[in-house]
């Protein structure tokens, strides 16, 4: 047995998808015409500032580098003038070390007219009272008495 079904009428989808209730729209703020070299002119102030800016710093940066330069000269001669000092330093130590040694001190002597003994001689200390005073003329020749 069959049983009846009712014939349903084809339904139609509406226009609009998920029709919702219409809201009002938010409130805009009024909009104001600006004129396009207003934004220009903008532009090209902030670059020029911009320019500005980079060239200040790398002006300041060339001047400090040249401050930095020229106390590197400085030093570089003040360290020449140092090694030429410790060049005479080290060449009058030389000098002194040989007018102190034996044979500096001989040559020293021969050259002052002294001439070496014979023989090695000891000097013994001399007693006190054991020498007479010395009379007449200045034993080293001047003539004249103390």
Same mark, same amino acid.
């Given at each position: ?14 226009? @609009? ?26 532009? !090209?102030? +902030?670059?020029? @500032?911009?320019?500005?800016? +980079?060239?200040? @710093?790398?002006?300041? =940066? ?8 020229? !106390?590197?000269?400085? +030093?570089?001669? +003040? ?6 000092? $410790?060049? @005479? ?6 000098? =002194? ?5 034996? $044979?500096? =001190? ?9 001439? $070496?003994? !014979? ?9 006190? !009272? ?17």
């Amino acid at each position: 047995m069959a049983t009846a079904q009712p014939v349903l009428a084809p339904r139609i989808a509406p226009s @609009t998808p998920g029709a919702r209730p219409l809201k009002a729209a938010p409130r805009r703020a009024p909009l104001q015409v600006v004129r396009p070299d207003t934004r220009i002119r903008t532009a !090209g102030a +902030i670059g020029t @500032t911009v320019l500005l800016i +980079i060239f200040t @710093t790398l002006f300041v =940066l060339a001047a400090v580098h040249a401050v930095l330069v020229q !106390g590197q000269a400085q +030093i570089d001669a +003040i360290n020449a003038q140092n090694v030429v000092l $410790e060049t @005479t330093v080290t060449k009058a130590r030389a000098s =002194l070390a040989a007018a102190d040694s034996p $044979e500096g =001190l001989a040559a020293q002597a021969a050259a002052a007219g002294l001439v $070496e003994s !014979g023989s090695l001689v000891m000097l013994m200390p001399v007693a006190d !009272g054991a020498l007479a005073t010395p009379t007449g003329a200045d034993p080293f020749g001047s003539g004249v008495d103390r």
